[in-house]
């Protein structure tokens, strides 16, 4: 198996200038330093060259799996962290990596010009090594988007289902879109933790915005009128549209005796009746 001789070597650790200034122009050239700062791709491009100086003169292993490139490997994910936060996808920041290999190619090319062989097979050992490089950057650019794409639905499901105080014992959750499985337990936990923070006797669910009722999001409903009964409170359903009754009554689901109304309003009157609490029109 070929290995990188010391005269690539020499000639990448006396080259760091003339590599880091070739490799930004690629990198602009390539779009891969859209929406980043110039002083971080020039700290990035440094360090990156430094620490595989110092990996290579070490003389370990080229698997970039091994403790000898450990340095490397945290560099990389933390890099495609933030390329994954600033917004860039998978072949922006693959082409970090990737884009070093026109310069490296060239420096080698200089270096071995009149040793076609030994120049054909060092290109190909950092060819091989680069590309492993830009793969393990594309897997931890994948595990980074995945990581921030989940909080930014676990967030959106959150801003989605607020519960908010009506009135002195009376809570209200007012819901918009598809009600699924993930959202009912979001729901749940919301609502009876706002349940038992405020001591409420009454949860009114309001469905207006909710599209479709069919028979998975009606036993999503029964789950959580279930949990609201078993904290001892009770509950009403509002927003029951004209069409969704049809839809409920053609579906012949049975809504094991909840309460129902056709608004929000009509909801909480019902609630403050229970409580007895009457509200009038103050005398002008």
Same mark, same amino acid.
């Given at each position: 198996?070929?290995?990188?001789?010391?005269?690539?070597?020499?000639?990448?650790?006396?080259?760091?200038?003339?590599?880091?200034?070739?490799?930004?122009? $690629?990198?602009?050239?390539?779009?891969?330093?859209?929406?980043?700062?110039?002083?971080?791709?020039?700290?990035?491009?440094?360090?990156?060259?430094?620490?595989?100086?110092?990996?290579?003169?070490?003389?370990?292993?080229?698997?970039?799996?091994?403790?000898?490139?450990?340095?490397?490997?945290?560099?990389?994910?933390?890099?495609?962290?933030?390329?994954?936060?600033?917004?860039?996808?998978?072949?922006?920041?693959?082409?970090?990596?990737?884009?070093?290999?026109?310069?490296?190619?060239?420096?080698?090319?200089?270096?071995?010009?009149?040793?076609?062989?030994?120049?054909?097979?060092?290109?190909?050992?950092?060819?091989?090594?680069?590309?492993?490089?830009?793969?393990?950057?594309?897997?931890?650019?994948?595990?980074?988007?995945?990581?921030?794409?989940?909080?930014?639905?676990?967030?959106?499901?959150?801003?989605?289902?607020?519960?908010?105080?009506?009135? $002195?014992?009376?809570?209200?959750?007012?819901?918009?879109?598809?009600?699924?499985?993930?959202?009912?337990?979001?729901?749940?936990?919301?609502?009876?933790?706002?349940?038992?923070?405020?001591?409420?006797?009454?949860?009114?669910?309001?469905?207006?915005?909710?599209?479709?009722?069919?028979?998975?999001?009606?036993?999503?409903?029964?789950?959580?009128?279930?949990?609201?009964?078993?904290?001892?409170?009770?509950?009403?359903?509002?927003?029951?549209?004209?069409?969704?009754?049809?839809?409920?009554?053609?579906?012949?689901?049975?809504?094991?005796?909840?309460?129902?109304?056709?608004?929000?309003?009509?909801?909480?009157?019902?609630?403050?009746?229970?409580?007895?609490?009457?509200?009038?029109?103050?005398?002008?």
């Amino acid at each position: 198996m070929a290995v990188l001789q010391q005269t690539t070597m020499q000639a990448l650790k006396r080259s760091h200038a003339q590599l880091s200034s070739r490799w930004l122009t $690629d990198l602009e050239a390539s779009g891969a330093t859209r929406n980043l700062k110039a002083d971080d791709i020039n700290q990035q491009t440094g360090d990156f060259l430094h620490l595989l100086t110092s990996v290579l003169e070490r003389g370990g292993s080229q698997n970039i799996t091994t403790a000898d490139w450990d340095e490397i490997r945290q560099f990389l994910e933390k890099l495609s962290h933030q390329r994954a936060l600033a917004g860039q996808d998978s072949q922006q920041t693959a082409n970090f990596i990737f884009a070093l290999k026109g310069p490296f190619f060239t420096l080698l090319q200089e270096e071995f010009a009149e040793q076609p062989a030994v120049l054909a097979e060092q290109l190909w050992e950092i060819s091989q090594l680069l590309d492993a490089l830009g793969m393990h950057t594309i897997r931890t650019f994948q595990k980074s988007r995945e990581a921030v794409i989940k909080r930014q639905q676990e967030e959106l499901l959150e801003l989605s289902t607020p519960v908010v105080k009506l009135w $002195d014992g009376v809570l209200a959750l007012p819901m918009i879109g598809t009600l699924d499985s993930q959202r009912t337990q979001v729901v749940m936990e919301s609502l009876l933790q706002r349940i038992v923070d405020t001591g409420s006797e009454i949860a009114i669910i309001d469905i207006t915005g909710v599209p479709t009722v069919d028979t998975l999001v009606a036993q999503h409903l029964l789950k959580t009128v279930t949990a609201i009964r078993l904290m001892g409170a009770d509950c009403i359903i509002s927003g029951v549209r004209p069409q969704i009754a049809q839809t409920i009554v053609h579906l012949g689901l049975d809504l094991q005796g909840v309460v129902t109304k056709a608004n929000l309003a009509d909801a909480l009157a019902l609630a403050l009746r229970r409580l007895g609490v009457s509200v009038t029109k103050a005398a002008v």
